[in-house]
């Protein structure tokens, strides 16, 4: 009851209606009081005239009959005054129009009348107030209809009071709930497209070069043996890429659709990038390359062990491909009153400003003479793996100097 009280529209009508009820209460009193103050003058009048005559012929029982007209009679003396009233045809079931007292005033018609004359009035404030609300229902109509037809820019009033205030809001709220499911199928839609073609795109080069060795050596049967091995290693490689290529595209492409369940566990931070580092550890041998790790033995942190080494995993090739040979990499692991920080730091060629805004974009591949054959994958799937647990990364490079990636976890943050 108290939330049908609270609606606008019921205190519209109930204001309204409780207002016209009482100017028609005040009317029907002063019209009745009126119609009593008629039928008294004619009873008045009545009783004077009997008076008159009686006494005009009797004078002597002024003092006997002035009583009953002014103290009333007693019920012996009514009834033996009936009796002798009936006998002219004076009768208590007579009809109105037959009573003098009360011939051409017609009470109960008047009042009838004047009750219907208060329902037009009535009807008419109802009729009104129900316009108002059909204006509303048809508002939220169009509304339906807008959303159907995916237009939201036009949403309904969420600041009145009452039901039709949380019908507004609620509506509102399913019609963004919607648009956003639109809109992430439309993304997900050119995210599928765009893969495919760059699938299409990244294969397209190796799967050339496999059916060029392929027909050179079925079409030349007298081929030297060490040109025969040439081809297959070289096939061997393409299809390694290939290999590679379509594992890093699948993980892009499971990370990007929310496709994967990180599961949180608590890492040490220091031990997470020692094993990523032995993991490279060949790498840096062949390029006689020394990586440093300083600090971080108290870094706890809640994520995905799996995901998470691979994430430092490339980020740490990235820095061995593009450090010289006999370079150094530092990897210090930093504590701040908010962050758990690690900073991955090489004296490698560094990037270009150009390219240092799109390092990130999956497929971008820069203007670095240390990796050529780079496709622009493995930084932009770290990214994704980094974001989806809750860290940041930036980075910061100098043309010649080196690039430094920073990657921070907020303290208690998962």
């Given amino acids: 009851m108290i939330e049908v009280i609270r ?17 028609l209460s005040l ?60 006998q002219y045809g004076y009768k208590e079931d007579m009809s109105v129009e037959d009573q003098p007292a009360l011939s051409g005033i017609a009470l109960p018609m008047n009042t009838a009348a004047l009750v219907l004359l208060f329902v037009i009035p009535f009807m008419l404030l109802l009729l009104w107030e129900y316009r108002k609300l059909f204006d509303k229902i048809k508002t939220v109509a169009v509304a339906a209809e807008q959303v159907v037809e995916r237009q939201f820019d036009k949403p309904l009033p969420e600041n009145e009071e009452g039901d039709f205030g949380s019908l507004g809001r609620s ?38 070069s496999l059916i060029v060795f392929n027909e050179n050596l079925l079409n030349d049967p007298k081929m030297k043996e060490e040109m025969k ?21 699948l993980k892009l492409a499971r ?3 929310g496709a994967i369940l990180f599961h949180d566990e608590v890492i040490r931070m220091r031990e997470l990038i020692e094993n990523a580092v032995q993991s490279l550890r060949l790498l840096s ?34 820095a061995l491909e593009h450090t010289p040979k006999e370079g150094e990499i530092h990897i210090v692991l930093e504590v701040t009153p908010l962050f758990y920080t690690v ?59 080196g690039t430094e990636f920073r990657i921070s976890f907020l303290k208690g943050s998962r």
């Fill in 255 to 257: 990370v990007e659709a």
């Fill in 343 to 401: 900073i991955i730091r090489d004296h490698g060629e560094g990037i270009s400003p150009e390219d240092l805004p799109h390092i990130f974009k999956r497929f971008y591949r820069g203007r670095s003479t240390a990796k050529p054959q780079s496709i622009g994958i493995g930084l932009s799937l770290t990214k994704l793996i980094i974001e989806e647990q809750g860290g940041i990364i930036t980075v910061a490079s100098k043309r010649g100097e």
């Fill in 7 to 23: 609606n606008p529209e019921w205190k519209s009508i109930a204001v309204k209606a409780l207002a016209l009820q009482l100017l």
């Fill in 171 to 208: 509506f509102n709220a399913m019609a963004g709930r919607l648009n956003n499911s639109l809109e992430q199928l439309k993304q997900e839609k050119t995210f599928l497209h765009n893969l495919l073609s760059d699938i299409s795109h990244q294969l397209k080069t190796p799967l050339a």
């Fill in 27 to 86: 009317f029907m009193f002063f019209f009745i009081n009126s119609q009593v103050g008629s039928i008294n003058q004619t009873i008045v009048d009545q009783n004077a005239a009997l008076i008159g005559y009686v006494l005009k012929k009797q004078p002597q029982v002024e003092n006997e009959i002035i009583h009953y007209i002014t103290q009333g009679a007693e019920e012996s003396e009514i009834t033996e005054g009936k009796r002798i009233l009936e």
């Fill in 285 to 318: 041998v062949q390029k006689m390359q020394k990586i440093y790790i300083r600090g971080g033995d108290e870094i706890l942190v809640q994520a995905d062990e799996e995901w998470l080494t691979e994430a430092f995993i490339n980020l740490i090739k990235n």
């Fill in 229 to 249: 091995v040439t081809f297959l290693e070289r096939s061997r490689q393409q299809l390694e890429r290939m290999e590679w290529l379509i594992v890093s595209l």
